[in-house]
C-alpha cells in the first residue's frame, strides 16, 4: 500500500517537546506521509522553529492561529487541510515508534474488505515519566461502543481514513475533556467496532504528578455530564459505568460525599457501589 498518511499535531508554546514529537514522525520506516502542525497561538519561538524547519522538510505543513482555540479545533483545522487517505494524530508531547504507520497500513491492508466494517485501529502505548515505562495492559481486541462507556479502551490516538473523521464533524470543539473518548464513540458507533495493534507503538509521557491525581477533576465532570446529554437514549447503567471513569487510577480523583449521593440516587447496581467504594480507599491511599 503506498498511500499518503497524515498526522496531525496541535501545538502551543511546547517547542523541545514538539521538536521531540516531530522527530519522531520524520523517522518513520514509511515515507509516504504528511505531517501538519497547526501552531495554536503560541507565544514562545514556536512559529519561527516551524517555518525554519517547513524549508528543509517537504513532508511538513504548518499552519498557525493568532489566538488559541484549543487542541480539538486545531485537530479539526489539520484534518480540514490535510491531504493524506489515512490520518492519525500525535500530541506534542508524546511520540511516534519509528514502525508505528507502516504497521498500521499492513494491518489495515491484512484486513481486506473487512476493513469496511471496522471504524479505526488503535495501538498498545508506552506510559513513561522519563525513568519508569510499562505497556498498556487495559486495552481490547476489539472495541465496540457500548464498551466506551465502561473504559477508554482505546488511548488517545486512532488511524482510519480521514473522510470517517470528517464525515461524523472531527473532534468537538465544546468539549472540556474527554474529546478523545467523545470523538470515539460517534466514530465507532456509526463505523464499527475498533481493532487493536498489539504492539506499543505510541509513547506517552505522564508527568509522575498526574499519576497521583489529576488536577482537572471539575473539567471531566463537565465532559462526563456533556456525554449523557449527547447519549440520552443510552441506557442509565451505562452512564453509570462511564461516571465511574471519573475515578480510575489515572486520574486518582477521590469521590466525594456528593458522588456518593449521586450514585445512590440512581439506583446503581450494588457491583457499581462496590466499585466506588474501592475507588475512595485506593485514591485516598494515593493522594
Known amino acids: 500500500m503506498t498511500q499518503k498518511v497524515s498526522i496531525y499535531i496541535p501545538t502551543r508554546n511546547r517547542r523541545a517537546l514538539l521538536e521531540r514529537a516531530i522527530a519522531s514522525v520524520r523517522q518513520q520506516t514509511y515515507d509516504n506521509i504528511e505531517i501538519v502542525v497547526v501552531n495554536d497561538g503560541s507565544n514562545d519561538d514556536t512559529w519561527d522553529y516551524l517555518r525554519d524547519l517547513a524549508s528543509r522538510e517537504r513532508r511538513l505543513v504548518c499552519l498557525h492561529t493568532e489566538m488559541p482555540r484549543g487542541p480539538s479545533a486545531a485537530r479539526n483545522r489539520a484534518l480540514a487541510a490535510a491531504s493524506g487517505h489515512f ?17 498500521f497500513l499492513s494491518r489495515w491492508t491484512s484486513l481486506g474488505s473487512g476493513a469496511d ?30 464498551d466506551l462507556f465502561r473504559h477508554n479502551f482505546i488511548g488517545n490516538q486512532v488511524f482510519c481514513p480521514r473522510e470517517r473523521l470528517l464525515a461524523i464533524g472531527g473532534y468537538d470543539e465544546t468539549m472540556p475533556a474527554w474529546e478523545d473518548l467523545e470523538m470515539f464513540m460517534r466514530l465507532v458507533e456509526r463505523y464499527g467496532d475498533a481493532r487493536r495493534l498489539p504492539e506499543p507503538t505510541y509513547t506517552y509521557y505522564v508527568e509522575r504528578a498526574r499519576e497521583r491525581i489529576s488536577t482537572n477533576a ?5 465532559a462526563f455530564r456533556k456525554i449523557v446529554d449527547k447519549t440520552a437514549d443510552v441506557p442509565a447503567e451505562f452512564h453509570h459505568r462511564l461516571f465511574l471513569e471519573l475515578f480510575s487510577p489515572f486520574y486518582g480523583t477521590v469521590p466525594t460525599l456528593a458522588d456518593w449521593k449521586t450514585m445512590l440516587a440512581w439506583r446503581a447496581r450494588p457491583q ?11 485514591n485516598s491511599l494515593r493522594a
Open 218 to 222: 471539575e473539567r471531566q465532570y463537565r
Open 117 to 146: 466494517l471496522i471504524s479505526c485501529l488503535f495501538s498498545e502505548s508506552v506510559l513513561t515519566d522519563g525513568v519508569i515505562s510499562k505497556v498498556t495492559t487495559d486495552r481490547k481486541d476489539h472495541v465496540s461502543y457500548f
Open 272 to 282: 457499581l457501589l462496590a466499585r466506588l467504594l474501592r475507588a475512595s480507599v485506593r
Open 87 to 103: 490520518v492519525t494524530g500525535l500530541d506534542d508531547d508524546d511520540e511516534f515508534r519509528a514502525d508505528r504507520i507502516a504497521l
